[in-house]
T-cell receptor, first 112, second 113 residues
Framework: NAGVTQTPKFRVLKTGQSMTLLCAQD?????MYWYRQDPGMGLRLIHY???????AKGEVPDGYNVSRLKKQNFLLGLESAAPSQTSVYFC???????????FGSGTRLTVV | EDKVVQSPLSLVVHEGDTVTLNCSYE??????LLWYKQEKKAPTFLFML??SGIEKKSGRLSSILDKKELFSILNITATQTGDSAVYLC?????????????WGLGTSLAVNP
């Protein structure tokens, strides 16, 4: 029972490079989320999805794009990475959206 | 604006102590309050509370919600070094029909041997 799987676990990018973080869940959850977590800032919502083919902006969406082409996958893209995007990124999924999330193990991204 | 405030921000105790962590909230359309434990990796679910005055318990951890005063507490008795973690509080609710959680900044607990 894999739950929520994030890839990659670690990545170092140069400023201006692009990359995609993949989140996959095998629990048939409708809701999926991308968060970033920074010291002193807590968990901040980047984008989320309430079902296949839908996406919506969270608190800090600038510089990121997402896609949910399949129900089980939620992709987070950085088109032109900036040092301010150095963070730990967590994906989460939920069946109802309000009764508890299952988190992936996180991606530690460093932009130099 | 919806918000969740946790206190204290950090806490250092000795093994065997009892600790109480606080979470207060101002969130429209409250649905539930959740507690998570985060060690070096992803947050893991502890409790979900929806009704006032009903204690949820798991081993040495317990939690209760007061919907009148808009707060919850998480108690840990007979603390162990393995309890060292950041404890996160989140509230499901908010304006509109959005299914999101509003997160506190967490309480960092260090349990010394």
């Amino acid at each position: 029972n894999a739950g929520v799987t994030q890839t990659p676990k670690f990545r170092v990018l140069k400023t201006g490079q692009s990359m995609t973080l993949l989140c996959a869940q095998d629990m048939n959850h409708e809701y999926m989320y991308w968060y970033r977590q920074d010291p002193g800032m807590g968990l901040r919502l980047i984008h989320y999805s309430v079902g296949e083919g839908t996406t919506a902006k969270g608190e800090v969406p600038d510089g990121y794009n997402v896609s949910r082409l399949k129900k089980q996958n939620f992709l987070l893209g950085l088109e032109s990475a900036a040092p301010s995007q150095t963070s730990v990124y967590f994906c989460a999924s939920s069946y109802t959206g309000t009764y508890g999330y299952t988190f992936g193990s996180g991606t530690r991204l460093t932009v130099v | 604006e919806d918000k969740v405030v946790q206190s204290p921000l950090s806490l250092v105790v000795h093994e065997g102590d009892t600790v109480t962590l606080n979470c207060s909230y101002e969130v429209t359309n409250f649905r539930s309050l959740l507690w998570y434990k985060q060690e070096k990796k992803a947050p893991t679910f502890l409790f979900m509370l929806t009704s006032s005055g009903i204690e949820k318990k798991s081993g040495r951890l317990s939690s209760i919600l007061d919907k009148k005063e808009l707060f919850s507490i998480l108690n840990i008795t007979a603390t162990q070094t393995g309890d060292s973690a950041v404890y996160l509080c989140a509230v499901a609710g908010g304006a509109g029909n959005n299914r999101k959680l509003i997160w506190g900044l967490g309480t960092s607990l260090a349990v010394n041997p």
